[in-house]
């Protein structure tokens, strides 16, 4: 069975002969790094291109496919990375990969698909990380990654350590990779990817837990049964000892599922409390140093902190809750606009800061006054007033619309200079106080907005869903955050659910302060 996967989902891997492939608009050539733990290629043979096409276990066939025998892998091998550059041999041909249509593929010895991965791009990358091949145990998985390098295969390796006699294309302040636990670097690239690991490794040890604990359980339920099956026998002492033998057994075994369950846990706080300092700001902690310390650099990052998870049988086990970003869709924060207030603070702070080379302007619209607090001291990256009458509203969307087609025909005509600055557009109020096709051309900037750089935050309610059909549209396409209630999220490796507990931003005045002062520089 085919596995569509997304980024930062992983698969585990029936076949150990496997044929990878990618196409694209773009003429592309693709390649392979063999890597170890820390992602580093484990010498310049373990890097098989085009002028390059064998190491043990990978081959790259004259049709653009890469074979892999991965029990003939390197053992030193933690790792292969799958990768796609634009084509240099192309004549005239484009100097990016094309923003949509890139697909990556992962196919048994038979040419039976395994895996489709189809990856997102922001549209300025000439290479990308597709796939990862790793070892897990005595077995191999695969993760979607969709990494790009705007400096194309020659950054690309370089950040992985191959050494080119061609200079990678220079990015503006790049920020090193720094070391993590056990010595493991943190690359602000791979941040998200970071995070959904350890969000993997807690579901899989919650759900290691949780059949333990069943298992018990049902093999006390079924001995208990069996002793009382014969009346005759059933109130004698030698049944209540052989319960209580039973009851014993079953707390032995959950005693020992908690003990590990525990250590595991503990493990996974300890490296949440490493990291955090490391995180860059859109998917680190308010309490981390990475917002009081000064920003040294602009390395884009790929993630977005929406909050925790927990489950309500885990005890004390909390793991960060991540979004690839950019968001492909907006985030509909629902519940009473000054409730929600401190959600959406949180929400914009992270997305305001996930792409600092290329800062967003906000647009706000805020009827009740709610959001106050949090735009007073931003006034600096207002795009435009905020809108604080719903007479205004209506001009205020229809003008967003309009930026938005025209950069749309700008980007299609290659004029790059004609499309706007990124824009993050947050709705408060909704649907009151909205005219009647003001919810068209939300849904408008919603399916349009994020190829130009334009992200949605919309607060409020969804009272009017059943009676107007452009908010019923919104309620279907939005990601919904509720400020109150119990969002559930399933994991994609357990299916076992967790509850998630939006991040707000910071109760303390002072804190709050010095968390809104680092988006504006001061």
């Known amino acids: 069975m085919t596995v569509h996967l ?9 076949s150990r002969e496997l044929r990878f492939r990618a196409v694209d608009a773009t003429p592309i050539d693709v390649s392979a790094l063999i890597v170890d733990g820390d992602l580093r290629t484990l010498s310049a043979d373990h890097f098989v291109f085009y002028n390059q096409r064998r190491a043990a276990g990978v081959e790259l066939d004259a049709d653009g496919t890469v074979r892999l025998q991965l029990d003939e892998v390197d053992a030193a091998a933690a790792a292969v990375l799958c990768v796609v550059s634009v084509d240099p041999a192309s004549p005239n041909g484009p100097a990016t990969l094309a923003r ?11 040419g039976v698909p395994l895996v489709v991965f189809d990856i997102p791009l922001v549209g300025s990358e000439a290479a990308a990380i597709c796939l990862e091949i790793y070892r897990r145990g005595t077995g191999w998985k695969v993760r979607a990654v969709g990494q790009g390098y705007d400096g194309g295969l020659a950054e690309l390796v370089t950040r992985h350590g ?4 061609e200079p990678a ?25 970071r995070a959904w690991m350890i969000f993997e490794d807690a579901a899989r040890s919650a759900a290691s837990f949780r059949s333990s604990r069943d298992y018990a359980q049902a093999r006390l339920d079924d001995e208990l049964s069996e002793s009382v099956a014969d009346p005759s026998t059933r109130n004698s002492p030698a049944v209540v000892q052989s319960q209580a033998r039973a009851q014993g057994r079953c707390d032995a075994l959950v005693a020992e599922a908690q003990r590990k369950f525990d250590g595991e846990t503990a493990q996974l706080a300890d490296e949440l409390r490493a990291i955090d300092p490391l995180l860059p700001r859109s998917l680190a902690t308010f309490e981390s140093a990475a917002w009081t310390s000064p920003v040294t650099g602009s390395a884009v990052t790929d993630g977005l902190r929406l909050g925790e998870l927990s489950a309500p049988d885990l005890g004390e086990l909390r793991v960060p809750f991540c979004v690839h970003y950019p968001l492909g869709r907006p985030l509909w924060i629902v519940g009473d606009p000054a409730e929600a207030a401190p959600v959406v603070a949180a929400l914009a702070a992270r ?41 205004d509203v209506t001009a205020r969307l229809t003008a967003l619309s309009e930026s938005v087609d025209l950069a749309e025909m700008a980007a299609r005509s290659g004029i790059r200079d004609a499309v706007p600055e990124p824009r993050l557009v947050i709705l408060g109020d909704f649907p009151h106080g909205y005219g009647t096709e003001d919810a068209a051309r939300i849904v408008h900037l919603a399916d349009h907005g994020p190829a130009v750089g334009t992200s949605l935050i919309i607060v409020g309610d969804s009272a009017s869903a059943d009676s107007d059909p452009g908010v019923a549209v919104l309620e279907r396409i939005a990601q919904q955050v509720p400020t109150s209630g119990v969002l559930t999220v399933s994991d994609p490796w ?22 809104l002062d680092s988006l504006t520089g001061q």
């Not at 949509?100 to 038979?110: I, K, R, S, V």
């Open 6 to 14: 997304v980024p930062g989902q992983n698969a585990p891997l029936p």
């Open 100 to 110: 949509e249509g890139l697909t990556a593929t992962l196919a048994d010895e038979n």
């Open 162 to 165: 191959v050494e080119v006699d």
């Open 169 to 193: 294309h220079p990015v503006a302040e790049e920020v090193p990779a720094t070391p993590g636990p056990a010595g493991i670097p943190l690359d602000p690239a791979h941040s998200f990817e």
């Open 351 to 391: 997305m305001l800061v996930a792409s600092p080379a290329a800062a967003q302007r906000l647009e706000v619209v805020d009827l009740s006054g709610s959001l106050r607090t949090f735009t007073e001291p931003l006034g600096a990256l207002l795009a435009s007033p905020v809108v604080t009458s719903a007479s």
């Open 494 to 515: 357990t299916g076992n659910d967790w509850i998630l507990t939006p991040d707000r931003l910071p109760d303390h005045p002072l804190h709050r302060a010095s968390v």
